[in-house]
């Protein structure tokens, strides 16, 4: 069998019978052993496991946990699909290690070049212990709602929707509700799991089994594809970080200089800290207790002088945005290394998943998925549906869309999110000093109520309007509720312990 680069590649098999296929940088052992079982749909499906190793004569800095395994699924029809046994993360962090060793080599990388490429492999290995990482996942209802305490200022609604959710390309509609988007959602996902089935069966089945992120983000995905966006190359990637990276307004206005000089200091102390070992060096770069900002800033003798803190903290998070780039390439030469032991080939089908699955992609903006898995739990249904057609530059759009709708609940729950802890500083401040005064009473305001009905002031018909009322006292608050029915109700006194309890439970809510 002739490889793809145009080399003789000849399976054989081991003593235990599993089936190897080399490579130019490693190779494939298939184990002889299949599991069939059937999906949802009806068909019949097998499960190999395969397993990828590197070739120690050719990537000599690889230690024995290099190997990559693989399920691959084949359907009755011969089409494969290759799914990392660990998981995609676990694939994620493998395939850059070994993709850099494999660019070392074919491309002969000088030491300084390599350097480089590790650096940014290590900002980005960083990216999730910063605060700009975007970690939500929206994977629950309570995930949308915006509680009473953290509304204000900006934000005015009850949930982070963005307010052209819902809306036509041309601005017509109304902005969906939560409600609505759990129905839109529920329908869709419905409607997909029918065409997927091919049975009658698959709506009951379907309706039971649904979990709240899946309804979210196929409700993301409903209402993307009534507004579509359109993005245009570097806007792309831009989309992309920002998915990633909430950079906020960082930006400084000589941010050319800054970038230039935080990567001089960040050059100096990385080869100060070779010599380290891994556990010292990662406890320096990213650990909780890490320092890395504030030496930089506070780093004598460099061009700059003493540098404000989050300047270097957007550089940082600049250049963090740049690995990015570099880590897909290396994901890329892994993926191509992947692909060059499989025996047969991959057929235009297989290939098409194959690529879209494992390689950089101009609808990610030249990025990879595994670089954005964590995203997955909602750019799965369009992503489905891209695999499917991948060509397609509608669903393309939707795909835009849905991250678009992504970024800016990110944005509207990191600010609820912020004003809930402020508005409960405020609150226990006053109630450990004074809520006499008019101002304490005021910042208190907006507890009452929640207050008052935690501790059971309410009207026997919890129909009725009820106008709440604090008042302080010096070891405790007193509650006032009138009922615009029934008149005034019993008044309740909280001590201010039972008072702050209440105010923190519902902070974690």
Request: glycine share 8%; with cysteine.
């Amino acid at each position: 069998m002739v490889s793809s680069d145009g080399n003789e590649r000849t399976s054989g098999t081991d003593q235990c019978g599993a089936r190897v296929t080399p490579g130019p940088y490693g190779s494939m052992t298939i184990l002889p052993d299949r599991a069939e079982y059937r999906l949802d749909r009806n068909l019949a499906t097998t499960v190999q496991h395969w397993r990828w190793l590197p070739d120690p004569r050719i990537l000599r800095g690889l230690g024995p946990n290099a190997a990559v395994s693989f399920r691959v699924h084949s359907l009755s029809g011969g089409f494969r699909r290759l799914v990392p046994s660990m998981g995609m993360d676990h694939y994620s962090r493998v395939s850059l290690r070994i993709g850099l060793e494999i660019l070392a080599h074919r491309h002969a990388l000088t030491v300084e070049r390599r350097q480089d490429y590790e650096l940014m492999l290590k900002l980005l290995q960083r990216m999730p212990a910063t605060k700009a990482y975007c970690k939500r996942q929206f994977s629950s209802l309570t995930d949308l709602k915006i509680k009473r305490s953290a509304r204000g200022g900006e934000l005015s609604g009850t949930d982070v929707l963005p307010e052209h959710l819902g809306k036509t390309a041309d601005g017509g509609g109304r902005k969906w509700s939560i409600d609505r988007l759990v129905a839109e959602g529920h329908d869709l996902h419905e409607l997909t799991m029918q065409e997927s089935s091919g049975h009658q069966q698959g709506k009951a089945c379907v309706t039971s089994a649904v979990r709240p992120r899946e309804v979210i983000a196929y409700g993301l995905m409903a209402a993307a594809d009534l507004a579509p966006s359109e993005q245009r190359g570097d806007q792309i990637h831009r989309l992309m970080r920002m998915a990633l990276l909430d950079m906020g307004s960082l930006r400084p206005t000589n941010h050319e200089e800054v970038l230039s000089w935080v990567t001089g200091r960040l050059w100096a102390m990385w080869n100060a800290h070779l010599g380290d070992t891994e556990a010292k060096f990662n406890s320096w770069f990213q650990g909780g207790h890490s320092n890395l900002i504030k030496s930089l800033a506070n780093l004598a003798g460099y061009p700059g002088g003493r540098l404000a803190r989050e300047d270097v903290e957007w550089a940082l998070l600049e250049l963090t945005s740049q690995s990015l780039q570099y880590a897909a390439d290396c994901q890329n030469v892994f993926a191509q290394a992947v692909a060059q032991t499989i025996a047969p080939r991959l057929d235009l089908a297989e290939k098409s998943m194959f690529q879209h699955w494992y390689q950089p992609q101009a609808y990610l903006g030249g990025l990879t998925l595994p670089l954005i898995w964590e995203r997955n739990n909602l750019l799965r249904p369009v992503l489905r549906r891209i695999w499917l057609d991948p060509d397609n530059s509608h669903l393309h759009a939707v795909l835009w869309r849905v991250l678009e709708f992504y970024v800016q609940m990110i944005a509207a729950r990191r600010t609820a999110d912020r004003n809930v802890k402020s508005t409960a500083r405020i609150s226990r401040c006053s109630l450990d000093t004074s809520v006499q005064d008019d101002g304490g009473r005021r910042e208190l305001h907006e507890w009452s109520e929640v207050l008052a009905v935690r501790a059971g002031l309410t009207c026997q018909s919890r129909n009725c309007p009820v106008h709440y009322e604090l008042h302080g006292e010096a070891e405790a608050i007193v509650l006032i509720g009138v009922c615009s029915r029934h008149g005034r109700l019993s008044p309740i006194q909280l001590t201010l312990e039972k008072a702050r309890e209440i105010i923190d439970r519902e902070d974690r809510a």
